[in-house]
């Protein structure tokens, strides 16, 4: 399986963006997936992991309430919408099965 994401950019606090990773190689519905985050500095974070029919689903504490992870396994598509974003979301943010991850997708919160 092989993931690429896009949709990150820079954005301003308060602000929202929809990340968008697509899977190639395999069905995606054969997997459990997920986002996690790496900020310079700070250890890799946990943001949101979805199961592979998209019925469960879990976010990191500091994402709850903002962040939705959705899936389309008809267009072998896994999707972040985040909201109300903060300066302390800025990261490179991975979409990551268990036993790989893709390039990344930088996301930058600032005025």
């Known amino acids: 399986l092989q993931l690429v994401e896009s949709g990150g950019g820079l954005v301003q606090p308060g602000g929202s963006l929809r990340l968008s990773c697509v899977a190639s190689?395999?069905?995606?519905?054969?997997?459990?997936i997920g986002w996690f985050r790496q900020a310079p500095g700070k250890e890799r974070e946990g943001v949101s992991c979805?199961?592979?029919?998209?019925?469960?689903?879990k976010y990191g504490d500091s994402v709850k309430g903002r962040f939705t992870i959705s899936r389309d396994n008809a267009k072998n598509t896994l999707y972040l919408q985040m909201n109300s974003l903060k300066p302390d979301d800025t990261a490179v943010y991975y979409c990551?099965?268990?036993?790989?991850r893709g390039q990344g997708t930088q996301v930058t919160v600032s005025s």
């Open positions: 990551a099965y268990t036993s790989g």
């Open positions: 190689g395999y069905t995606l519905d054969y997997y459990h």
């Open positions: 979805s199961s592979s029919t998209g019925g469960s689903t």
